[in-house]
């Protein structure tokens, strides 16, 4: 079974930084692609970034240069490092992965960026 456990979240001033951590079970993260999403009070959920089990990494362009996604392979665990953080990045950020046509995902962290 796939469990994915979100963690980090919390809120922080604008220019700041938190840094998310995904620790996965079931499943080894260099085997997947790993995806977060974030969803915003009143939006739909929108895709942020990914590393593919090679390694690629992709953003969404408004987080390019400011985010970056990695993974530690002994602690089988995937992170969102966030960087220069604006008021439009607040939203629960999810991890997620698309395994043998099943959809998993993690509950869930709050990010608030405020003054």
């Given at each position: ?39 915003a ?69 709050q ?5």
């Open positions: 079974q796939v469990q994915l456990v979100e963690s980090g979240g919390g809120l922080v001033q604008p220019g700041g930084s938190l840094r998310l951590s995904c620790a996965a079970s079931g499943i080894r993260v260099t085997a997947y692609t790993m995806r977060w999403y974030r969803q009070p009143g939006k739909q959920r929108e895709w942020v970034a990914s590393i593919t089990d090679g390694g690629s990494t992709n953003y969404v362009d408004s987080v390019k240069g400011r985010f970056t996604i990695s993974r530690d392979n002994d602690k089988n665990t995937v992170f969102l490092q966030m960087n220069s953080l604006k008021p439009e990045d607040t939203a629960v950020y999810s991890c997620y992965t698309f395994i043998r046509e099943i959809s998993n995902w993690g509950q869930g962290t990010v608030t960026v405020s003054s």
